[in-house]
């Protein structure tokens, strides 16, 4: 969905729990974006066919910036915990940093930097329209990603206030229910400031199409219930 708080325009962090089939994927693979026609740029994290993680943005939707990491050296069907992190205006300059870390049940308090990178001028991100996506862009139109997606959040500010926490995994607990028994529950996650609920039936598309084709039925599934 697209709503107040997702639409950053200053420093940004990005999360994902995730595990590619491959991380040199055949085709570019979105991990989360929020970007949707050509006017509707805003920010985009995203694995390239030669495996470098790139951040996305624009500062007025159309033009696009980007800037690609080093190579982060992930193991195809591995999990992994990702992060970017892009201060718009460190002084002069604009900061982004890429981070991995082995998986774990819950975020990471250390990580392992991948690459960082200075570059000359400040910046800033386009507030737009666009939907928040997961593992596709554009309306789910663009950009499937394939594997395991646990986990995506979305924070405005480094280390700062968390707007989106899409969290795919039972509560402590709770038992992982066989595909076979997913008809009756359906799935919540808390998206600051909407509450959304994947209905059993999406879920179960979610969970047997593309693997990350998850993004356009989500984001045809919410509601905003407040």
């Known amino acids: 969905p697209d709503a107040n708080a997702l639409d950053i325009v200053g420093n940004i962090e990005i999360v994902c729990r995730v595990g590619l089939n491959n991380w040199t994927p055949a085709t570019t693979t979105t991990l989360v974006s929020k970007r949707g026609s050509a006017s509707q740029i805003s920010y985009h994290l995203y694995v390239t066919t030669a495996g470098i993680l790139t ?6 939707g159309t033009t696009v910036t980007t800037q690609a990491s080093s190579a982060p050296a992930l193991t195809n069907g591995t999990t992994y915990w990702i992060k ?10 604009r900061v982004i940093t890429f981070y991995k870390a082995a998986d774990a049940t819950t975020e990471p308090t250390t990580w392992t930097t991948v690459s960082t990178h200075t570059v000359a001028g400040t910046t800033s991100i386009f507030s737009g329209t666009a939907p928040l996506e997961i593992g596709s862009y554009n309306a789910g139109a663009t950009n499937f990603a394939a594997g395991r997606f646990h986990r995506a959040i979305v924070r405005n500010g480094i280390a700062g ?4 926490d899409a969290d795919f995994m039972p509560p402590p607990g709770w038992p992982m ?11 919540r996650m808390i998206c600051e400031p909407w509450l959304c ?15 990350f084709e998850v993004s356009a039925i989500i984001s045809q599934t919410f509601r905003n219930l407040s």
């Open 177 to 187: 229910l066989p595909s076979s028994s997913c008809t009756s529950a359906p799935v």
């Open 197 to 211: 609920w994947v209905q059993p039936s999406a879920y179960m598309i979610v969970m047997t199409r593309l693997g």
């Open 84 to 93: 970017a992190t892009m201060n718009v205006a460190s002084g002069a300059n």
């Open 55 to 60: 951040l996305e943005w624009s500062t007025n």
């Open 161 to 164: 206030t968390t707007v989106f």
